[in-house]
Structures are given as structure tokens and as C-alpha cells.
């Protein structure tokens, strides 16, 4: 990856920050880069993530949003730098994060009820190995009547709709009282209302909680007035600041070394010739329009 121009590295501005500015990072990452062998699918990154702040990770199909989740997780070592999470390395740090996968693939979980996927969530890590039985119990219940599944605690994952089963995944990472929310396309494939319902979740989380989110993305709209910060991704480049900072056509004209617009229609962002990687799925601009019901 040839060096770029310091705009387009993404360490020239970063936003006003969310609900946690001032307190110490929740996550931290410093000069991070990362490579699967010669190929180097981001570099140069640095990012404070602040209790309560909820930052959106965009960027189109092999950007590296997988890679960075993986980071976090622990399973993915940088190529360079540095990346602490409430100071320490994501390994150790694991039980603090709370990940909600995409809609995934449903043939292993779909004979579980909705408790038992989050009794996982919480037998999975030490903390759950203190509790008695019925605290557990109690917990999970609890768990689910806070996110609005308790309706179907007893039902198996498989009968749910989409919808309902990313209320339990929700349930699941909330199990651990986790500090970090790391999301990875929670909203794929469901419905706006759906799409409403979770991101509401989530969103009372960290307004309850200070709990931070990470939140990957391809479709920005849905979380659009939640966004603290954007971290876009593009090939070779990104940049870390405000929707309004980041989501220009200027702001990715200079990200993406081409021509990029990008306009507001009845509040929402639309994103018109941001190109794809040989490797990405050919119609990310696209995407934008067909789900919001806009089109070029
Ligand atoms: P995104 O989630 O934005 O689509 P990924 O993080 O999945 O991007 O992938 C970024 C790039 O890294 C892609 O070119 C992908 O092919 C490559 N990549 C991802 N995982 C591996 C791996 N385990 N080994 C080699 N290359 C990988």
C-alpha cells in the first residue's frame, strides 16, 4: 500500500467525539495497521472509542470491517502498532465486549430457545461461574425482559423471525454487562422496523450503561442521528470523524481519489460512484438507494 496524502489517512480530524469525551478511552488504537501476508487492508489507524460513544464503522466489501471486528475480538493480531481495550489487550479484555453478529447462518442455534442462548452468553465467561442455578435463571430472565424477548424465552431460535432473534442476540452480549458493544451488521436483512427495534436496544444501552458501540456497517442511514463518529474504510485509506465531516462528497472525493457525491435526501445520506474493490460486491451506492427506497 503506497503511502497517501495525509488527508486521506484518516488521522487528520476526528469528530467532537460522543457522550464520553474527556473520560479515558474504552478502546484505543495507535498507528494500527493490518496485513494478511504482502496485502494491507488498513494502516495508519488511530481511534479512541469513549465510554457511551457510538462510533459506525462504513467502508465498502473488502475494506476490512471484518478484519477490524476480529481485531477487537482478540482474534486477529495487528500487523503494527497498538490496540489496548480498557487498557488491556483484547484477550484479556474479552468479557467486557459484548458482540452481536450478523443474522448468522442458523442451523447450529435453530433447536435452542431463546434462554438458552443467553445463558451462553453468560456460562461463557467467568462471570457467569459464581452464580447459583436459579440466580442464572433469574438473570436470564431478566436479561430478556429487557430487551422485549421475554415472550418468546421458551421458543426455539429457529421459529423466530429475524427480528426476534437479533432481540436474543442482543440479550446474549448484553449477558456479561459488557462495556464495549461491538455489532457486526446487526440489522442485515431485516425489516425497518426491526431495523428500528434493535437499534433503539442498543441505543438505550449505551445511553443507560456508557456502554460504547461499534457499529459495522454498509448502510449508515438507520443509525444516522445515533452516529457519534464515522470510521470510513475505503481501499488504501480512511478517515475517522462526524457524519458531517466524513459523509461529503468532498470528504470521500479525497478517500476514494475519485470523484465521489454524496447528497442528503429527507435527511438521509445517499452515496453515488464510491467504487468497489475487485473483490467487493459490485453495487455499494446501490445498496444505499434500494434500501431506503431512493434511487439515483
Ligand atoms: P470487509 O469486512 O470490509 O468486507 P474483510 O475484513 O472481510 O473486509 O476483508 C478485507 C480484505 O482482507 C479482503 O480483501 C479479504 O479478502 C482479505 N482477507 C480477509 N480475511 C483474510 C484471511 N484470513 N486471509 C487472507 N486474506 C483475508
Request: aromatic letters at 4%; charged letters at 20%; a neutral charge.
Amino acid at each position: 500500500m503506497a503511502s497517501v496524502p495525509q488527508a486521506r489517512e484518516g488521522r487528520t480530524r476526528t469528530g467532537t467525539g460522543g457522550a464520553g469525551t474527556g473520560t479515558a478511552p474504552v478502546i484505543s488504537l495507535r498507528g494500527a495497521a493490518l496485513s494478511y501476508g504482502a496485502r494491507t487492508v488498513w494502516q495508519g489507524l488511530d481511534l479512541d472509542v469513549r465510554p457511551g460513544e457510538f462510533i459506525a464503522v462504513l467502508g465498502p466489501n473488502g475494506s476490512g470491517k471484518t478484519s477490524l471486528v476480529k481485531a477487537l475480538l482478540g482474534r486477529q493480531l495487528l500487523s503494527a502498532g497498538t490496540l489496548a481495550i480498557l487498557g488491556h489487550s483484547p484477550r484479556e479484555a474479552s468479557r467486557h465486549i459484548g458482540y452481536v453478529p450478523q443474522q448468522a447462518t442458523l442451523s447450529a442455534q435453530a433447536m435452542l430457545r431463546a434462554r438458552d442462548l443467553v445463558r451462553f452468553g453468560i456460562d461463557g465467561h467467568r462471570f457467569g461461574l459464581g452464580l447459583r442455578t436459579r440466580a442464572i435463571r433469574g438473570r436470564v430472565d431478566e436479561i430478556l425482559e429487557a430487551v422485549g424477548a421475554a415472550a418468546y424465552a421458551d421458543v426455539p431460535l429457529g421459529l423466530l423471525s429475524g427480528g426476534e432473534r437479533q432481540r436474543v442476540r442482543i440479550g446474549q452480549a448484553l449477558a456479561t454487562d459488557p462495556r464495549i458493544l461491538l455489532c457486526d451488521e446487526p440489522l442485515l436483512s431485516l425489516d425497518l422496523n426491526h431495523q428500528r427495534a434493535v437499534t433503539e436496544l442498543i441505543d438505550a444501552r449505551r445511553r443507560s450503561h456508557g456502554t460504547a458501540v461499534v457499529f459495522v456497517t454498509h448502510e449508515i442511514n438507520p443509525v444516522l442521528d445515533l452516529v457519534d463518529r464515522v470510521l470510513y474504510l475505503a481501499p488504501g485509506a480512511h478517515r475517522v470523524g462526524t457524519p458531517d465531516e466524513v459523509l461529503t462528497s468532498e470528504s470521500l472525493s479525497l478517500l476514494y481519489d475519485t470523484q465521489v457525491d454524496v447528497v442528503r435526501v429527507h435527511g438521509r445520506v445517499v452515496v453515488v460512484g464510491a467504487p468497489d474493490e475487485p473483490s467487493a460486491q459490485p453495487h455499494h451506492a446501490q445498496e444505499l438507494h434500494e434500501s431506503d427506497g431512493v434511487r439515483p
